[in-house]
């Protein structure tokens, strides 16, 4: 059997994934097998340098590696590039396009299929808000705007008495 | 030695240490390497307390800058938190009176559920691992995605954000070269191993540790049956390789052992790499039961503790600390 990559030297390495039922089989020249990072058992890669080279576009891609940065959180693709860390919840739907296909060659698969979480009580999602209302608040009065913080001040409090209720 | 190392813990032959870990972030906040040093990372911390430390509950809470130099190896070394834990200064932890369970905070996520059990036990660290989980859930509102699973730092561990690890103890299997092919074939299974100790693939004290690599698109069950099929068929064969050892080579393997144990009795100094090994093979002969000698998780406990970040007095030198090495084997060993 001739390697299925390079269709040239024969093929020493038989690989067979299966992921959710969907079987991918793999016959490979040991060179060829050697840019495969799946098949490398001792995978002693940083995640850093993985999405580095992952995101290796050179020239071929400047306006991604330029493109906005997350609403949220101010981090860019490039910064992504350099740590292999994204910055905060939403990056997953600001870089989706850019993040499926890294995910895909990582996991092999998608979709989530595992726990759902319960989130939180009523409780907790309420003392977030008032945490989150307090940030804005403090916020507020540091830039002098009082008028701003006071009416936050009221919201915190309304919320608070709802605790009690 | 580490309070979390337990007696007759299951298979402790050949597995050390079951490890899970739950990567957990809160909705709508930043991960810890943005927000070190302001009022959301408290508020990370704060959720944490809130969940774990009420009444009726032994959990302890502990900020990273408030430990000694010492403590922060022992813990690192003792595999109670990470390393990239330790180094900073902003994170924190809770922990159980044993050190079986630690919730890391501010770590590369906001939280790190850990369960650590002794010997081979995925099923136990688990439950465990997923009661925190529950603790926390109740107080935090977790970054959660319908298609991506929990959201997390790293996009390798999106998903379930679990990590089953499994601390192997291999010596059967590097003598006899098995290990080789073994290793080789554990990545078709969606599986990984690394040395525990010891620079890139160098493995001192044949410990490996065997941790599932895909985290998205597989269930928390399918994760840990699928790591658990890998980790008995290669418990199973490094003890069919012990066992062929003392067979064919029976005089040899037992002239090794018993010059081992020689040296941990009685060496004056002696560095890292040679004391794992020779507490490597002794551990092999108790199982084989070739050799009296100290229990399995005294042996495991032992290994840890002789470490060099646990030994590194004031002004000590590497050589003084050889010599403080082979006074604690010494000590230790009967």
Same mark, same amino acid.
Request: glycine share 10%.
């Given at each position: 059997?001739?390697?299925?990559?390079?269709?040239?030297?024969?093929?020493?390495?038989?690989?067979?994934?299966?992921?959710?039922?969907?079987?991918?089989?793999?016959?490979?020249?040991?060179?060829?097998?050697?840019?495969?990072?799946?098949?490398?058992?001792?995978?002693?890669?940083?995640?850093?340098?993985?999405?580095?080279?992952?995101?290796?576009?050179?020239?071929?891609?400047?306006?991604?590696?330029?493109?906005?940065?997350?609403?949220?959180?101010?981090?860019?693709?490039?910064?992504?590039?350099?740590?292999?860390?994204?910055?905060?919840?939403?990056?997953?739907?600001?870089?989706?396009?850019?993040?499926?296909?890294?995910?895909?060659?990582?996991?092999?698969?998608?979709?989530?299929?595992?726990?759902?979480?319960?989130?939180?009580?009523?409780?907790?999602?309420?003392?977030?808000?008032?945490?989150?209302?307090?940030?804005?608040?403090?916020?507020?009065?540091?830039?002098?705007?009082?008028?701003?913080?006071?009416?936050?001040?009221?919201?915190?409090?309304?919320?608070?008495?709802?605790?009690?209720? | 030695?580490?309070?979390?190392?337990?007696?007759?813990?299951?298979?402790?032959?050949?597995?050390?240490?079951?490890?899970?870990?739950?990567?957990?972030?809160?909705?709508?906040?930043?991960?810890?390497?943005?927000?070190?040093?302001?009022?959301?990372?408290?508020?990370?911390?704060?959720?944490?307390?809130?969940?774990?430390?009420?009444?009726?509950?032994?959990?302890?809470?502990?900020?990273?800058?408030?430990?000694?130099?010492?403590?922060?190896?022992?813990?690192?070394?003792?595999?109670?938190?990470?390393?990239?834990?330790?180094?900073?200064?902003?994170?924190?932890?809770?922990?159980?009176?044993?050190?079986?369970?630690?919730?890391?905070?501010?770590?590369?996520?906001?939280?790190?559920?850990?369960?650590?059990?002794?010997?081979?036990?995925?099923?136990?660290?688990?439950?465990?691992?997923?009661?925190?989980?529950?603790?926390?859930?109740?107080?935090?509102?977790?970054?959660?995605?319908?298609?991506?699973?929990?959201?997390?730092?790293?996009?390798?561990?999106?998903?379930?954000?679990?990590?089953?690890?499994?601390?192997?103890?291999?010596?059967?299997?590097?003598?006899?070269?098995?290990?080789?092919?073994?290793?080789?074939?554990?990545?078709?299974?969606?599986?990984?191993?690394?040395?525990?100790?010891?620079?890139? %693939? /160098? @493995?001192?004290?044949? !410990?490996?540790?065997?941790?599932?690599? #895909?985290? *998205? &698109?597989?269930? $928390?069950?399918?994760?840990?049956?699928?790591?658990?099929?890998?980790?008995?068929?290669?418990?199973?064969?490094?003890?069919?390789?012990?066992?062929?050892?003392?067979?064919?080579?029976?005089?040899?393997?037992?002239?090794?052992?018993?010059?081992?144990?020689?040296?941990?009795?009685?060496?004056?100094?002696?560095?890292? %790499? /040679? @004391?794992?090994?020779? !507490?490597?093979?002794?551990?092999?002969? #108790?199982? *084989? &039961?070739?050799? $009296?000698?100290?229990?399995?998780?005294?042996?495991?406990?032992?290994?840890?503790?002789?470490?060099?970040?646990?030994?590194?007095?004031?002004?000590?030198?590497?050589?003084?600390?050889?010599?403080?090495?082979?006074?604690?084997?010494?000590?230790?060993?009967?």
């Amino acid at each position: 059997m001739v390697c299925s990559e390079c269709g040239k030297r024969p093929a020493t390495m038989h690989y067979v994934q299966t992921v959710n039922g969907v079987t991918t089989e793999k016959h490979l020249c040991s060179e060829c097998a050697a840019k495969h990072q799946e098949l490398n058992s001792l995978n002693l890669f940083s995640a850093g340098d993985f999405f580095k080279s992952f995101f290796d576009f050179g020239e071929q891609m400047p306006a991604v590696m330029g493109g906005p940065a997350c609403k949220t959180c101010g981090l860019t693709l490039g910064d992504f590039r350099e740590t292999g860390l994204l910055g905060c919840p939403d990056c997953y739907s600001s870089f989706r396009d850019a993040i499926i296909p890294v995910l895909r060659s990582t996991h092999g698969n998608v979709q989530h299929v595992g726990d759902t979480p319960e989130n939180g009580s009523e409780e907790s999602k309420r003392r977030r808000e008032i945490e989150e209302l307090k940030a804005k608040m403090q916020k507020a009065i540091q830039e002098e705007n009082f008028e701003e913080a006071a009416k936050l001040r009221d919201e915190i409090n309304a919320k608070k008495g709802e605790e009690k209720e | 030695m580490a309070l979390w190392l337990k007696e007759n813990a299951l298979d402790s032959d050949v597995a050390i240490s079951t490890r899970v870990r739950l990567a957990r972030n809160l909705a709508g906040i930043p991960f810890p390497h943005r927000i070190a040093g302001t009022q959301r990372a408290e508020q990370v911390k704060e959720t944490a307390k809130r969940a774990f430390l009420r009444d009726g509950m032994d959990f302890s809470y502990q900020e990273i800058r408030g430990l000694s130099p010492i403590n922060k190896t022992r813990l690192v070394e003792q595999h109670i938190i990470s390393r990239e834990l330790a180094s900073g200064n902003e994170g924190a932890m809770i922990l159980s009176p044993d050190e079986s369970i630690c919730v890391m905070i501010g770590e590369e996520d906001h939280y790190r559920l850990q369960c650590l059990r002794s010997g081979y036990d995925v099923d136990t660290a688990m439950k465990m691992a997923f009661e925190l989980d529950k603790m926390l859930n109740k107080e935090a509102e977790y970054a959660f995605d319908p298609e991506l699973g929990y959201l997390t730092s790293c996009p390798t561990n999106v998903g379930t954000g679990m990590r089953v690890s499994v601390m192997l103890h291999l010596p059967g299997l590097t003598l006899s070269g098995g290990i080789r092919g073994i290793l080789s074939a554990l990545g078709n299974f969606g599986v990984t191993a690394r040395g525990c100790y010891g620079e890139g %693939s /160098e @493995a001192a004290g044949d !410990i490996y540790q065997i941790s599932n690599q #895909v985290t *998205l &698109g597989v269930s $928390e069950k399918d994760i840990a049956k699928n790591l658990k099929t890998v980790v008995s068929q290669i418990i199973k064969k490094e003890r069919e390789a012990r066992n062929a050892l003392l067979h064919n080579q029976g005089a040899e393997v037992k002239d090794r052992i018993w010059r081992s144990y020689g040296l941990l009795k009685y060496a004056w100094k002696m560095d890292t %790499s /040679e @004391a794992l090994s020779c !507490i490597s093979l002794v551990n092999m002969g #108790v199982g *084989l &039961g070739i050799i $009296e000698a100290n229990t399995s998780d005294e042996l495991y406990g032992l290994m840890m503790d002789i470490m060099p970040g646990m030994l590194s007095g004031e002004g000590r030198t590497a050589q003084d600390r050889d010599v403080v090495r082979a006074r604690m084997i010494r000590n230790t060993i009967h």
